[in-house]
C-alpha cells in the first residue's frame, strides 16, 4: 500500500493545459472521481483541482498506477497523452507525503505562503469523502496535512508578510495612522489596482472615500461601487483638506499634485499626517511632497520594493516550514510502518507482560509468608492466563493479511490497547 | 545592606537592556517578555533602596542627585509597566532600559553614603517638592524615549523603509499621542514642584528667587515645555517637530539636573555636610 500523488501545476503547465485538465465543476469531479475508483488497485483518491494545479492524491498497490491514471486524464480531457505526460510529475511514498504537506501548507504556491490552498484541499477532501472514495490513509493524511499546515502558519511568520502592493499599502496607512476606523481617504483616477487598494482600505475600517475622475459619470459609477462620494476632477485639491489617505491612479502625463497643494492642504489639517498612494505611471505625485513634514508619499515602486523584500523573508520562513514538514513526514512514516502484524503482536503482548509483572510485584510485597515456590506457581499461573487471552487475537492478527481492511483492525487494536509510540522499539 | 538592593537593581537595568536589545535584533517577542521582569526587579530594587534609606537617615531619601537619580529610576520603572501594560509597548522598554541604565550608571558614580540632608531642608516640603519634580522629569523621560523611536520612525518611513524591524514599533500616530500626553501630564507636576519649592524658599530663607542657578535653568525648562504645549496646541504643531523640540527640552533637562549641580554653586547642590 502506497501513498501517491499525480498532478500539475503552475510550475510545470502552462495555464493552456491547467485549464484543459481542470476539473472545473462539481459533476467533472465526481465522474473523474469514479472513473479513478474503478481502476484496479486503487484503494482512496482525492482530486484537488484549483486555477493553478489539478492533483490526485491516491492510495494504491497498483505497481503501474502511473500509465493508469495518465490514461484516465488523457481521455477524460481529451488532451493527447504524450502532451499530458510531458507536463505531469508523478511520486510515491515519501515524495508524495512531502508534496501533499507542502501544498497544504502553501508553500508550493505561485505566491509563497498563500493561505487559500489550504482551504481549496479541505473542500476537495470533503468532496471526495462525500463520493466515499477517501478512507483509512487518506484520512489520517488529510489530517495530518491540515495540521501541517497549521503548525506551518503559527510556528513561522510566512503568513506576516504582506506579499500584494494593496496589502502593503495597507499596512503602511495602519503604520502611519494606527487605525483606520476613523479615517478618510480619496480615490483619484481609476485602475484596477487603484481600486483594489480602496477596497482593502475598506475592509479595513475606512468609513468614507471621496472619488474624483477626469469624467464625473466615471467618478459617480465608481462612488457608488465603494459607497462613496463623487466630487469633479477640479474640486480634488480643495477635498484634498478633509482626506488622510490618498490613492492617485490617473493618466496625467504630469504631476497633479504638487507640493504647493499638499502644503496648504496639511496646513489646514493642523498637521495631521497625511498618506499618499501613488499607482500612477507616470507618477500623478511630486516626490518632493514626501519631504513635507507628516506627509508620506509611495509611488508604485516604493510599494513594490517592500513586496519584494517580504517575499524574501517568506522564503526564509518557508526554510523554517520545511523543517516542520520533515518531522512531520518522520512522524506519518512510523505511524505507517507501525500499522504491520508483526510490532503490533509484539507489543500487544508486551503489553499483557507488563501487566503481569506489576501485578506479581505488587502482590510479592502484600503476601510476604509465601515462599519461592509459591510464587513460582503463581506465575505459572499468570502466564497460562496471559497466554489463553492473547491466544485468540494472535491467531485472528496472523490471518489478517486475508482479510479486507487489514489497517483498520491494527489500527483499532492499537486504539484499544493504546500501543502507540511502542512501535519505534520493535520494528526488527 | 541597603548597597545590595542597589547594586541589584543597577545590574537588572543593564540586564534588561541587554534582553531589549537582542529583542530588537531577533524580533523574538519572548526576551522583551524577559526584559519586563527584569525592570520590575530592578524597580522593586531600587525603591527597596530608597525605603532602606529612607529609614536610616529619617526622612524622604531625596538629600543629593545620587538619590534623585535612584527616585528617577524607580519612577520609570513604575511608569514603564503601567504603560507596558495599558498599551502593549513593550518595545519602548528598548530605548527606556538604556536610559534607566545611564540614570542608574551615574547614580553609581555619584553614589554617597546615607546622610540626613541640612537641618533647613528637613522639611515637609522636601517630598511634595521633589516628589511632584521627579515625577514630572520621568514622565519628560518618557516622552524622549518615545520621541527617539518617533524620529527614527518617521525618518525610516520617508526613506521607504517598511520592514518587520520596524513593525515592531507602534504607529506614528501613537507615538505622537502619548508623548504630547506625557508632557501634558508631566508639565503640571513640574509646575506644580517649582511652586512648591519657591513657597518652601520663601519660608525657609525668607525668599522665593534667590537667582540660584538650579532655578533658573528649571525655569528654562520649564518654559521650554510650555512652549512644546504652546506649539502643540495653538500652532498645531505634530510629529517630527514636537519630536526634536522634545528630545532637545528633555537635553535641557538633565543638564539643568545633573550638569548644574556640579557646574554651578548654589544651594540646590544637595551636598550636606
Redesign the interface.
Given at each position: 500500500m502506497k501513498i501517491c500523488v499525480v498532478g500539475l501545476s503552475h510550475k510545470t503547465a502552462p495555464v493552456e493545459i491547467r485549464e484543459k485538465v481542470a476539473f472545473s465543476s462539481q459533476q467533472k469531479l465526481e465522474e473523474g472521481i469514479m472513473l479513478l475508483k474503478k481502476l484496479d488497485g486503487i484503494k482512496e483518491c482525492i482530486i484537488l483541482s484549483t486555477c493553478n494545479r489539478v492533483e490526485v492524491y491516491l492510495v494504491c498497490n497498483d505497481e503501474n498506477w502511473q500509465d493508469s491514471v495518465a490514461n484516465v486524464f488523457s481521455s477524460f480531457h481529451g488532451v493527447d497523452k504524450k502532451e499530458l505526460l510531458s507536463h505531469l510529475y508523478f511520486k510515491e511514498n515519501d515524495d508524495a507525503i512531502k508534496h501533499i504537506f507542502k501544498v497544504a501548507s502553501g508553500l508550493d504556491s505561485m505566491v509563497l505562503g498563500e493561505p487559500q490552498i489550504t482551504g481549496q484541499l479541505k473542500e476537495a477532501y470533503g468532496f471526495a469523502a462525500g463520493k466515499n472514495s477517501t478512507g483509512f490513509f487518506t484520512n489520517k493524511l488529510m489530517h495530518t496535512a491540515f495540521s501541517v499546515a497549521k503548525r506551518v502558519r503559527t510556528e513561522t511568520?510566512i503568513g506576516?508578510?504582506a506579499v500584494s502592493i494593496s496589502y502593503?499599502a495597507v499596512?503602511?496607512a495602519?503604520?502611519?495612522?494606527?487605525t483606520l476606523e476613523d479615517k478618510k481617504a480619496m480615490l483619484i483616477g481609476a485602475g484596477e489596482m487603484a481600486e483594489l487598494a480602496a477596497k482593502h482600505l475598506i475592509s479595513n475600517g475606512v468609513k468614507e472615500i471621496i472619488v474624483a475622475n477626469r469624467t464625473f459619470e466615471r467618478a459617480c459609477m465608481l462612488a457608488s461601487e465603494f459607497n462613496g462620494i463623487p466630487c469633479s476632477f477640479e474640486e480634488f485639491p480643495e477635498k484634498l483638506k478633509q482626506v488622510d489617505i490618498v490613492i492617485s491612479s490617473t493618466g496625467a502625463p504630469t504631476f497633479i499634485i504638487t507640493p504647493e497643494k499638499v502644503k496648504e492642504a496639511i496646513k489646514s489639517r493642523?498637521?495631521?499626517?497625511m498618506f499618499f498612494i501613488d499607482i500612477a505611471v507616470p507618477r500623478d505625485i511630486d516626490p518632493k511632497v514626501?519631504d513635507l513634514?507628516?506627509v508620506?508619499v509611495?509611488d508604485i515602486d516604493?510599494l513594490q520594493?517592500?513586496v519584494d523584500?517580504n517575499l524574501k523573508?517568506r522564503q526564509r520562513e518557508a526554510e523554517k516550514a520545511e523543517l516542520i514538514i520533515n518531522e512531520e513526514i518522520k512522524a506519518f512514516k512510523d505511524w505507517m510502518n507501525s500499522l504491520s502484524v508483526k510490532p503490533i503482536l509484539v507489543s500487544l503482548r508486551r503489553h499483557f507482560e507488563n501487566i503481569k509483572e506489576n501485578e506479581l510485584n505488587e502482590a510479592k510485597k502484600k503476601l510476604s509468608h509465601l515462599t519461592e515456590d509459591d510464587f513460582k506457581v503463581i506465575e505459572a499461573l499468570l502466564n497460562a492466563v496471559v497466554n489463553k487471552a492473547l491466544h485468540k487475537p494472535t491467531i485472528f492478527l496472523k490471518n489478517l493479511s486475508n482479510k479486507e481492511n487489514t489497517y483498520l483492525y491494527l489500527d483499532a487494536i492499537k486504539e484499544l490497547f493504546d500501543l502507540k509510540g511502542e512501535h519505534g522499539e520493535e520494528k526488527n | 545592606m541597603e548597597n545590595i538592593f542597589f547594586y541589584i537593581g543597577f545590574g537588572f537595568f543593564c540586564i534588561a537592556t541587554f534582553f531589549f536589545v537582542i529583542q530588537l535584533i531577533t524580533l523574538k517577542d519572548n526576551w522583551g517578555n524577559f526584559g519586563n521582569y527584569t525592570i520590575l526587579i530592578a524597580t522593586i530594587s531600587f525603591a527597596l533602596y530608597l525605603i532602606i534609606r529612607g529609614v536610616i537617615i529619617g526622612h524622604f531619601p531625596v538629600t543629593n542627585v545620587h538619590e534623585g537619580l535612584v527616585l528617577l529610576c524607580v519612577l520609570l520603572g513604575i511608569l514603564f509597566l503601567i504603560f507596558f501594560h495599558k498599551y502593549n509597548l513593550k518595545i519602548v522598554g528598548v530605548f527606556l532600559a538604556p536610559l534607566a541604565t545611564f540614570f542608574s550608571l551615574i547614580a553609581f558614580i555619584l553614589k554617597k553614603p546615607a546622610m540626613p540632608a541640612l537641618d533647613i531642608l528637613q522639611s515637609f516640603w522636601l517630598p511634595i517638592h521633589v516628589g511632584s519634580i521627579f515625577i514630572g522629569n520621568a514622565l519628560f523621560s518618557l516622552s524622549f524615549v518615545f520621541s527617539i523611536v518617533y524620529v527614527i520612525e518617521n525618518f525610516r518611513?520617508?526613506r521607504?523603509k517598511?520592514?518587520?524591524f520596524?513593525?515592531q514599533f507602534?504607529?506614528?500616530?501613537?507615538l505622537d499621542n502619548i508623548n504630547y500626553l506625557c508632557i501634558v501630564y508631566g508639565f503640571p507636576f513640574m509646575t506644580l514642584g517649582m511652586i512648591t519649592g519657591a513657597v518652601w524658599a520663601q519660608y525657609a530663607i525668607g525668599s522665593y528667587w534667590n537667582n540660584d542657578p538650579k532655578e533658573i535653568w528649571s525655569l528654562i525648562t520649564w518654559m521650554l515645555y510650555a512652549a512644546i504645549l504652546h506649539c502643540r496646541l495653538i500652532s498645531?504643531?505634530?510629529?517630527?517637530?514636537i519630536a526634536i523640540f522634545s528630545i532637545f527640552a528633555f537635553l535641557v533637562l538633565v543638564f539643568s539636573f545633573i550638569g548644574v549641580t556640579y557646574l554651578f554653586k548654589g544651594y540646590h547642590i544637595f551636598r550636606g555636610t
Open positions: 511568520k506576516s508578510y502593503v499596512e503602511l495602519k503604520k502611519i495612522f494606527e493642523r498637521n495631521k499626517p514626501n513634514d507628516n508620506f509611495y516604493d520594493n517592500v523584500a523573508e | 518611513l520617508k521607504k517598511f520592514d518587520n520596524g513593525k507602534p504607529s506614528l500616530t501613537t498645531g504643531w505634530r510629529g517630527k517637530k
